[in-house]
């Protein structure tokens, strides 16, 4: 585990601050990966292409804007999963303290009043770490604990693949 620069907590304080309401569950995630923020930075921060990191994505459509803030896409998740699409607006995207916010407005998936909040911070000795924490409604029939675990497996799954290609891409440079 790598250690944090004094700046990471001041960011998690700052912008991973969920208030669940009783009918909802939070958590955080933190993902170290092995490749320079600015590349990470640079493949994270694509609204446009989720599916360049997250396997769980088939296909994505800009339904509004190109990628900026206020942009809407709608992703096409593979078989397997509970749903098939998820409609997402992108709320929030600063490239100079890499904060990137973005809510699930709509599809068939089950997260209702999904909000996910992803910092970058660049790692004590080299090396980059994502924090992305999220807030959602417990469907109901599912338990707090059991929607956690679901949205925990895939967004860790998602953070892992964006670990695996911005190292692969590191090493190619």
């Not at 417990?138 to 953070?159: D, M």
Request: proline share 5%.
């Amino acid at each position: 585990m790598c250690k944090y620069e004094s700046k990471i907590p001041i960011m998690v304080k700052n912008h991973h601050h969920h208030n669940p309401k009783p009918n909802q569950c939070a958590s955080t995630m933190v993902q170290n990966i092995r490749a320079p923020l600015h590349l990470v930075w640079s493949v994270l921060r694509r609204f446009d292409k989720p599916q360049a990191f997250k396997p769980f994505v088939k296909e994505c459509t800009m339904l509004a804007g190109r990628g900026g803030v206020g942009s809407v896409r709608e992703v096409e998740l593979v078989s397997g999963l509970p749903g098939n699409v998820s409609r997402e607006r992108l709320d929030q995207l600063d490239d100079d303290v890499h904060v990137m916010v973005y809510n699930i407005v709509g599809g068939d998936q089950r997260l209702d009043n999904y909000r996910s909040t992803t910092t970058v911070h660049e790692a004590e000795g080299g090396g980059t770490v994502v924090v992305e924490s999220y807030v959602v409604d417990v469907p109901e029939g599912n338990s707090k604990e059991e929607t956690r675990v679901f949205v925990n497996t895939v967004l860790g799954c998602h953070l892992r693949c964006l670990a695996r290609v911005t190292e692969k891409l590191a090493s190619n440079n």
